[in-house]
């Protein structure tokens, strides 16, 4: 995730970059941002000038939104419904592998006190019985590693779905709305992002409608 996040920057940085180099035109024309469209205005100063100065071809008119990752994760229902189940099989897990390691440990105990009472007839019935509860130990690590697998498989499965449907979404929702761009706003890797670009409760509200 944390690699993600710093791709995801780099790229809004790019892409910001890419934006004002090139928004400019053969008048000494800027650009300046007016809710989603972005148009060409006269410079207002020596550094919208610079601006200007910078790019060689036009890029006007531009359609721009973002969506609020962590808020639309907060209150897609999907979403909020794989949480749930994820918490819900970590606990049983949890609870299962405890219940299991508790019960091998009292076992573990009763052989020590066996040891020191001398109740085994042979050293070889000693033996034995460590064997018996060194093989179950395995046999513990070897589930708590399968249900571990188990659990994350489950979770890619899930998330996988969840982005399929949110990516499947935002196609058919920007095929009426016509952005040429929908930027992803994940934590802090936006350093500033006008509120009225926003459109994170639309795609929310169209999400939830389909389930």
Same mark, same amino acid.
């Given at each position: 995730m944390k690699t993600t996040k710093k791709? @995801?920057?780099? /790229? /809004?940085?790019?892409?910001?970059?890419?934006?004002?180099?090139?928004?400019?035109?053969?008048? $000494?024309k800027a650009c300046s941002c007016s809710q989603t469209d972005i148009e060409c205005t006269e410079p207002s100063d020596s550094s919208a000038t610079a601006i200007a100065h910078a790019g060689s071809h036009p890029v006007c008119n531009i359609r721009i939104a973002y969506v609020d990752y962590d808020s639309l994760l907060t209150k897609y229902k999907f979403a909020q419904e794989i949480q749930k189940e994820l918490i819900? #099989?970590? @606990? &049983?897990?949890?609870?299962?592998?405890?219940?299991?390691? #508790?019960?091998l440990q009292e076992e573990a105990a009763a052989f020590e006190q066996k040891v020191q009472n001398n109740v085994f007839a042979?050293?070889?019935?000693?033996? /034995?019985?460590?064997? #018996?509860i060194m093989k179950k130990d395995q046999e513990l690590l070897?589930? &708590?590693? &399968? @249900?571990i697998a188990e659990l994350e498989e489950?979770?890619?499965? #899930?998330y996988n779905e969840l982005t399929l449907n949110i990516n499947n979404y935002i196609q058919e929702y920007n095929s009426e709305k016509k952005y040429d761009?929908?930027?992803?706003?994940?934590?802090?890797n936006m350093l500033y992002a006008n509120d009225a670009?926003?459109?994170? $409760? $639309?795609?929310v509200k169209g999400l939830n409608a389909k389930k």
């Amino acid at each position: 995730m944390k690699t993600t996040k710093k791709f @995801m920057l780099l /790229a /809004a940085l790019v892409f910001t970059q890419l934006l004002f180099t090139q928004c400019s035109s053969n008048n $000494d024309k800027a650009c300046s941002c007016s809710q989603t469209d972005i148009e060409c205005t006269e410079p207002s100063d020596s550094s919208a000038t610079a601006i200007a100065h910078a790019g060689s071809h036009p890029v006007c008119n531009i359609r721009i939104a973002y969506v609020d990752y962590d808020s639309l994760l907060t209150k897609y229902k999907f979403a909020q419904e794989i949480q749930k189940e994820l918490i819900r #099989k970590e @606990m &049983s897990f949890n609870n299962t592998i405890e219940n299991e390691r #508790k019960s091998l440990q009292e076992e573990a105990a009763a052989f020590e006190q066996k040891v020191q009472n001398n109740v085994f007839a042979t050293q070889e019935r000693a033996q /034995a019985e460590y064997e #018996k509860i060194m093989k179950k130990d395995q046999e513990l690590l070897q589930r &708590s590693q &399968s @249900m571990i697998a188990e659990l994350e498989e489950y979770r890619n499965t #899930k998330y996988n779905e969840l982005t399929l449907n949110i990516n499947n979404y935002i196609q058919e929702y920007n095929s009426e709305k016509k952005y040429d761009f929908i930027l992803t706003k994940i934590g802090g890797n936006m350093l500033y992002a006008n509120d009225a670009l926003n459109i994170t $409760d $639309d795609i929310v509200k169209g999400l939830n409608a389909k389930k």
